[in-house]
């Protein structure tokens, strides 16, 4: 309950203790609208003239902690396991993102009120909670792949550069969180694994170090004086009073502990607070995060070649199976209208970067699942997006791994359940012995063989691992036998 303040001389409706208790308890039911309501108050109350310090203070305050059950719940129900559909998962990342922009924004010009007041006490309230709204403005924005706007960047490194040189402890953790979480490679995770990478990163992150020189083991590095992201060391800065180096600590000995034993035991460790998570799901993104951790940066598989092509792209399963003409077999048929046209500039034998010139609609995100053919080419290529960084309002670049070079449509029979048409996804490496088919999301239960006629031969296909999901689809890895029909 906000308690009441002397308000001072300001002309506004919360300047009343009564109204702004009134106006508080009078928010609407519906989360959103809300959210909404609290995000206007926000920008309100932060810019209007002749609030007393303390009391702009204690009514940021108040509002954020309204907010909060608010945020908890519209979370939920953007990460839950049956989706929303994309017009109110668009609405909630509105509200969301433009609430917690608000919010940081509010808690910043609190900071520089309180610089001013040389109010010490007051300031490190204020960076913190600054500090964590514009770490949560920057993770909503990486769910939707970017663009990660410089300027929040630029006020975290302001904020933090005020409340380090002030020695506020607490506001070293915030900024380490906000940085650790970025520097971790969020472009290439599912966004119910951003969140979860980003609670871990929260868990472990008392075990975080950052140092104004730089150590072998200090693995990123940012200048507080520049509106920037963290950098990994692979690119080192010039020498300046403003830069700071930071890595993992021994988080990264922790975290390599809870892989091994969740590896033994199948079981989300109840000191990580995941309740409810996927185990599967936090392994992935626990090994995600040690990858990123480790002292050398991930190396990639195959060498890099520059190109500059087209490339025509259907997308989705049901696109995927169009465009590889069915169960007929060839695409001659396939509408090229439908397909998008983008730009290729690298590649290697696992998969190829590419620039989207101009997306159309929302469908982009990783895991999607693409049919590929090269400008002038008759074949069609199938991959999946594995990155994604949105570096405009309509522009992307994305990072594909190819699944097959030699990819085909089939009728596959599931015991008891009958045939389905599914993408028959032989390893683009030779001699692999493994080949992936890709089913419509429902049709598969794990553990269950496959089976088709091809060519007069009958296949039966073991599933090997546990299924990867798509938005749309199941991805399998099998071992395929074959005998004579």
Known sequence: MLSLF??????????NPKEARRILDALPAQELKAL??????????STAAGFKPADRLQLTGALDDAAQP????????????????????????????????QAGLAWARSVDAC?????????????VRALRALAQQIKWQHLRYGPIDPVVWGVINNVFAAADARGVAD????????????????????????????????ELAGTFTIANAPAREL???????????????????????????????????RLQAIVQRMETTGQVPSDLNLAGADAETVLEVLRHLALYWAPEPPARQHPRHSVKSRLAVAHGFDGVVEALGGTGGGSLDFDAKAAESWIVDNVSAGGMGAVVPQMKGDWLRV???????PDGGANWVVGMVRRLNRTGAQEARVGIQTLSRAPAVAK???????????????????GSGETSIALKTGIYARGQNLETQMQGQHHVFMPQGTPESGEDYELVRFRAMVREA
């Open 6 to 15: 002397t308000g001072g001389k300001a002309d506004h409706p919360m300047a």
């Open 36 to 45: 909404e309501e609290l995000a206007h108050w926000h920008e309100s109350v």
């Open 70 to 101: 608010r945020l908890r719940k519209l979370a939920r129900d953007y990460f839950a396991a049956t989706r929303p559909s994309r017009y109110q998962e668009n609405l909630l990342w509105t509200q969301v993102h433009g609430y917690w922009r």
């Open 115 to 127: 610089l001013q007041a040389n109010d010490a006490r007051a300031l490190a309230t204020a960076a």
């Open 171 to 202: 506001a070293r953790i915030e900024f380490l969180k906000a940085a650790m979480f970025s520097a971790s490679s969020p472009d290439g995770l599912l966004p119910a694994e951003i969140e979860l990478a980003e609670k871990i990163v929260s």
């Open 219 to 253: 693995l990123y590095w940012t200048d507080l004086a520049q509106p920037m992201a963290p950098v990994r060391m692979a690119r080192p800065p010039n020498a300046a009073p403003t830069l700071r180096h930071f890595g993992p600590g021994e988080g990264l000995v």
């Open 367 to 373: 895991g999607s699942l693409l049919a590929m053919q």
């Open 412 to 430: 596959f029979s599931l015991r008891g359940v009958g045939e389905h048409v599914g993408v028959l996804l032989p390893s683009p490496v030779l």
